[in-house]
């Protein structure tokens, strides 16, 4: 199993405070990472493919040996996202719901915050979501609080996770996503 790939991405923050990540421009490789439950034993699998204007993620979730997810992390990189009241994403997916993770936490059993999207059926959508309608999770499980201010200064990480503990085939197709 991979579990480092270079991605190309583009941060760029402009005098209209944005925070983008362009997964179409080519300015500056950024290892991300692969993690699927292999970690404790399950059989899922998944790959990340950049293309010009686009990085699809992709696999199959396996429930066997107590697996379930397949995720995709950005490289360890402190963000004050404090700033903004929105997160954009352009995407299009099939086969399973998603979430975009923001994470304050290297260790996985830390909380962190997650926004859960639905299938589009391969058609591209852009969807705007108030960061505030992040909820806090610990493992799978969410704790009924959202993210804070605080929490917005913290991130460290951002991710791509697929987790509903469904079996099949999944893809995500992400143009860009970007906080406002």
Do not use: C
């Not at 040996?65 to 360890?76: C, E, I, M, W």
């Not at 804070?148 to 913290?154: F, G, H, P, V, Y």
């Amino acid at each position: 199993m991979k579990t480092l790939l270079f991605i190309t991405i583009f941060f760029m923050i402009t005098p209209s405070e944005v925070l983008m990540l362009d997964f179409g421009q080519t300015f500056e490789n950024k290892p991300w990472a692969i993690v699927n439950d292999g970690v404790m034993g399950g059989k899922s699998q998944s790959q990340v493919i950049e293309h010009k204007n686009s990085l699809v993620f992709s696999g199959e979730i396996s429930l066997k040996n107590n697996g379930g997810f397949a995720s995709l992390q950005s490289p360890k990189e402190n963000q004050d996202l404090s700033q903004f009241t929105h997160v954009a994403i352009k995407y299009r997916s099939s086969g399973q719901d998603f979430a975009l993770r923001l994470l304050k936490y290297q260790a996985f059993y830390r909380p962190h915050f997650k926004h859960y999207f639905k299938p589009t059926d391969g058609e591209w959508q852009l969807v705007s979501i108030p960061l505030s309608d992040f909820e806090e999770y610990v493992l799978s499980s969410p704790t009924g609080a959202t993210i804070s201010k605080t929490d917005l200064q913290e991130i460290i990480r951002l991710g791509i996770i697929v987790s509903n503990k469904k079996e099949g085939p999944f893809s995500i197709e992400i143009d860009y996503i970007k906080f406002v």
